[in-house]
């Protein structure tokens, strides 16, 4: 987690803390953006649809509940357009029965033990919703509230939330803003920063779900995956961290050249029993905070490529294992098991509780700031 400490000259107001502070620095673009209702939430909260729109024809839809990516449309190797993200026609399926199809996760993306950690000699408790453990922020994390839009300023649209002292167990009034820039190269950016009034612990990701053949066509056990990633994070029955770090050389785990998804997710190793297929986080050897392509994935029959960037030491690869079919989403498709991957970009599992993983702390006076893109071609 990259921190930059500065100094406040008043206390902490959270609608105030990010006005006047500069924009991330954007990709050179000539993007366009229309926004449309897109219904409401269960407490009558309006939700906006933003589309963002590229010279190259590329475009991403989001919307201000969750933060969530609900589309990206890219071309395929004969320009054919279609859409390379899982995800609902309605608002109301997003809110009633989604696995987190495209949204920002937050306060602490992926798994606590216990829903448990402790911090400056005292100890929180969360919400434990994911048998026993306290998964994606809890019951109510980022992906299920709202977000103000701050700002659309025809090269990026920036949206922030609020997260109060308390919620979901979690210490500190938080302000968070992430920032979603198109640009000319079909690259989306996701650019995130966060402040807080006490000490608390952070790890921000989004939770997109990819199928590069273009309106989920197939299954993506033949994607092609390179992970420049030399070690993964094995896990328990209940999927937290061991606390080993774990070279993945020779085995299962190894992406560190291009493999097919589908080689070994079957395979007689018990990891890969323990995730149902892949659903583990996987560390990289570069420097804290250090900015590099940490991925590269390739659908054959289409020709897309998406290439990962990122800011952060890890990434967790899931491979839709929970996926059982009795989800209905965009076009009429059936999301049966292994229809999406993520790389979620992150901080390691329960960090809060391994003290030898790199820390997840955020205190007052520093800014976190995490960055991560995902870039698309074609092969």
Wanted: net charge neutral.
């Amino acid at each position: 987690m990259k921190k930059t400490v500065f100094r406040l000259a008043t206390a902490f107001f959270a609608c105030s803390f990010f006005m006047g502070m500069a924009q991330t620095k954007s990709l050179k673009t000539n993007m366009l953006i229309s926004e449309k209702p897109f219904g409401q939430t269960t407490s009558n909260e309006a939700v906006t649809l933003y589309t963002l729109k590229n010279t190259q024809g590329m475009e991403v839809q989001i919307m201000n509940y969750g933060a969530i990516i609900t589309k990206i449309i890219v071309p395929d190797k004969n320009e054919v357009m279609e859409d390379v993200v899982l995800g609902f026609d309605q608002v109301a399926d997003y809110i009633n029965d989604s696995p987190y199809f495209g949204a920002v996760v937050g306060r602490y993306g992926n798994r606590i033990a216990a829903g448990k950690f402790s911090l400056d000699g005292k100890s929180y408790t969360l919400a434990a919703q994911n048998n026993g453990q306290h998964l994606h922020g809890g019951l109510k994390g980022f992906d299920k509230q709202v977000w103000r839009t701050v700002s659309k300023n025809g090269a990026s649209l920036t949206l922030a939330y609020l997260s109060k002292d308390g919620e979901e167990g979690f210490p500190g009034n938080l302000e968070v803003q992430v920032t979603y820039t198109l640009g000319d190269d079909n690259a989306l950016s996701m650019d995130y920063v966060a402040k807080t009034d006490q000490a608390t612990v952070l790890n921000i990701c989004n939770h997109s779900y990819f199928n590069l053949s273009g309106n989920v066509k197939r299954d993506v056990l033949n994607h092609k995956i390179q992970l420049n990633a030399p070690f993964f994070i094995p896990v328990d029955k209940v999927l937290i961290p061991t606390g080993e770090v774990k070279s993945v050389k020779g085995g299962p785990f190894d992406f560190t050249s291009a493999k097919k998804i589908g080689l070994d997710i079957n395979a007689q190793d018990e990891q890969i029993t323990l995730g149902g297929g892949y659903d583990h986080c996987y560390a990289f050897d570069k420097a804290p905070g250090a900015y590099g392509k940490i991925a590269r994935v390739e659908d054959p029959t289409s020709g897309r490529v998406m290439e990962v960037f990122t800011t952060e030491p890890g990434v967790q690869f899931y491979t839709g294992n929970n996926l059982d079919g009795h989800l209905v989403g965009k076009y009429g498709t059936v999301y049966n098991k292994r229809t999406g991957f993520c790389l979620e970009t992150q901080h390691y599992p329960d960090s809060p509780n391994k003290p030898n993983f790199p820390s997840t702390v955020l205190r007052p006076g520093e800014t976190y700031t995490s960055k991560t893109v995902y870039q698309f071609s074609v092969q």
